[in-house]
């Protein structure tokens, strides 16, 4: 039984003003139209470029499920192509990272191909001779996604071939890139290591929506951070000794509703937010000796205070990214079914910048997302018993009403709002049923 494939009425109805309905969670059919249309319709993040420095080096990875190679083409340019031989469908590239060299070649029948894509070689191609193969999607080669944009290294892609524009879907959301980019003194980001990965058994948009959520720290962190708080305010600490790194990155996790209200949430248009508009928990860490000269020395001293005095706390790039600004962090969840998501945590070396802030990084990355963590266990037990509460028949809906209007909203316009509210939810969730029902049509869908 299909309820919502041919009907992208049905599909919309799911979101309302100040609720959503559990089916955007666990439902395999709107997992299903998710993949087909909110990931092809959307720019999703890829990699980074540093990633594949040299020409011939690709990573892979997938928009929604669909598996992508990016690969540095011969004239230096960053592609992202289909990871899927144009013949009988084989994925050409499995390893995570690698160097192909010149081309791709098929390991099932030895096609090879040029990496941008386009088709070099088939073994004993005398067969296709007068079959009309050259009139065919195969003699095309690997196909590259709809578009690609790479902005200051992030490498995004939209799947289908005809949409939004990259600047029109990110517009000024692409501040939170700019501030981190710009941290580094010579203006530039490297990837330092591949991410930590861990799966979660939940779906992904419960992970996007706790990046914003800030009326949670101070209750399932208080396992975690809240034991280590206790057991360090028991600690005789020198008062002129420098506080250890690792306190200075937990202890704000206790922070009180007040601080996090205060903080302030804005809002973009098309599902972008941050939290940390005036402050965040990455506020007050200790300065890094010999940082805010090189900074200076670069930008000069206004612009260097700015970029550094901006300390957001989480920025959502919808559909499916969260980067850290102030200490370089990208976290990327991927989607895998309705009720399974991998998700990853790169961090990123500040080129030119002192080695201790991505000591911090580095540290931040290992005692908050990994999957031996200290705090994200904490969110993964509240994912997983949301996820398994909400087959309850008790109530079919998902409440996301903090600080509402009470009427409908205007998500077309930035609104900075109280830091507390769950407007950014509410956003995502907006540009959802946009960005899922855009390309959905009865009779499209019911003829495939």
């Not at 919309?12 to 439902?27: E, F, G, S």
């Not at 690609?148 to 890139?177: C, H, K």
């Not at 057991?231 to 990155?249: C, F, G, H, L, V």
């Not at 998902?398 to 956003?427: C, H, I, K, S, W």
Request: charged share 20%; net charge negative; hydrophobic share 35%.
């Amino acid at each position: 039984m299909t309820r919502y494939s041919h009907n992208p009425e049905a599909v919309a109805a799911l979101v309302q003003p100040h609720q959503v309905h559990r089916d955007v969670y666990i439902d395999p059919e709107i997992f299903a139209l998710e993949m087909k249309h909110l990931f092809a319709n959307t720019w999703v993040f890829v990699g980074h470029d540093s990633q594949t420095p040299a020409r011939g080096d690709y990573i892979t990875t997938q928009i929604g499920t669909a598996p992508v190679i990016m690969v540095r083409h011969t004239d230096n340019e960053i592609h992202v192509l289909h990871n899927r031989c144009p013949h009988k469908g084989t994925k050409i590239a499995i390893d995570r990272a690698g160097n192909t060299g010149k081309f791709f070649r098929c390991p099932y029948h030895a096609w090879s191909f040029k990496t941008d894509g386009c088709l070099l070689a088939i073994p004993l191609k005398k067969g296709y001779a007068d079959t009309g193969f050259d009139q065919t999607e195969a003699a095309r080669g690997m196909r590259p996604v709809g578009a690609v944009r790479n902005y200051r290294g992030f490498v995004f892609a939209r799947l289908a071939p005809e949409g939004i524009g990259f600047d029109e879907f990110f517009g000024d959301s692409l501040s939170s890139l700019d501030n981190m980019v710009d941290r580094s003194p010579e203006g530039r980001l490297e990837v330092a290591g591949p991410p930590l990965r861990y799966m979660h058994r939940c779906n992904w948009k419960m992970l996007v929506e706790n990046q914003t959520d800030t009326c949670h720290p101070m209750v399932a962190h208080e396992s975690s951070a809240g034991t280590a708080v206790k057991i360090w305010e028991k600690t005789d600490w020198p008062a002129d000794k420098p506080k250890p790194m690792a306190m200075e990155i937990i202890a704000p996790f206790m922070s009180p509703y007040e601080f996090f209200e205060n903080m302030g949430i804005r809002t973009w248009p098309n599902g972008h937010g941050h939290t940390g508009v005036h402050h965040s928990i990455h506020s007050d860490y200790s300065a890094i000796p010999g940082y805010l000269e090189k900074m200076v020395a670069a930008y000069g001293e206004e612009r260097a205070h700015r970029i550094l005095g901006e300390n957001r706390h989480n920025t959502v790039y919808f559909p499916n990214i969260m980067i850290k600004g102030p200490i370089q962090q990208l976290r990327n969840f991927i989607p895998l079914g309705p009720d399974r998501t991998l998700v990853e945590s790169y961090i990123y070396r500040l080129v030119g910048a002192p080695d201790q802030l991505l000591e911090r990084t580095a540290m931040y990355n290992r005692l908050i997302n990994a999957p031996t963590s200290m705090v994200g266990h904490d969110d993964l037990e509240m994912y997983e018993r949301a996820q398994e509460g909400l087959h309850s028949d008790a109530n079919v809906w998902v409440n996301l009403q903090r600080l509402y209007p009470g009427a409908p909203e205007d998500f077309d316009e930035t609104v900075v709002e109280n830091g507390t509210t769950e407007r950014q939810m509410r956003n995502q969730f907006h540009a959802w049923a946009k960005f899922m029902t855009c390309s959905m049509s009865t009779t499209q869908e019911a003829a495939e």
